[in-house]
């Protein structure tokens, strides 16, 4: 795990939550292979190490399941099946073995992304960050 650059912006981070009540962040980008799904996780990790905040970290990346992938978690229904009216969010979401992590893995579903990310339920999603 990298930590200087994550420390840096964790700072950050809880600077902007102090002043100005963020209660969110997307790590976004076009390209494959710029490092996201890293920079997520190791980002998730350093401020999850400060336990003062309760963390939902959600794999919004339905095709790839990066972070899933990353955190070895078995297939369960996630955001994709939240997103379809499939599964309830509290059904969805994963305790992390680190306190206060919590994880919403990318699920499985047949609709394409563009058209899950459209739908209404994102804002339920939206809804369960602390």
């Known amino acids: 795990m990298r930590t200087g650059k994550e420390s840096s912006l ?3 981070l809880l600077g902007l939550k102090s002043s100005q009540g963020l209660r969110s962040v ?3 980008s076009a390209t494959l292979g710029e490092g ?3 920079t997520a996780f190791d980002l998730v990790l350093c401020c999850a190490r400060l336990q003062e905040m309760s963390i939902l970290v959600v794999d919004a990346d339905i095709r790839g399941k990066g972070l899933t992938h990353t955190l070895e978690l ?6 994709a099946e939240i997103l379809c009216g499939q599964a309830e969010p509290e059904k969805a979401i994963l305790a992390a073995s680190i306190p206060s992590l ?3 893995p990318s ?9 899950l990310f459209a739908r209404s339920a994102l804002a339920e999603v939206h809804e369960l960050v602390p």
């Open 10 to 12: 964790r700072t950050r």
């Open 26 to 28: 997307q790590l976004t």
């Open 36 to 38: 996201k799904t890293m």
């Open 74 to 79: 078995l297939p369960s229904p996630g955001l």
């Open 102 to 104: 919590y994880v919403l």
């Open 107 to 115: 699920g499985e579903s047949d609709v394409a992304p563009p058209e």
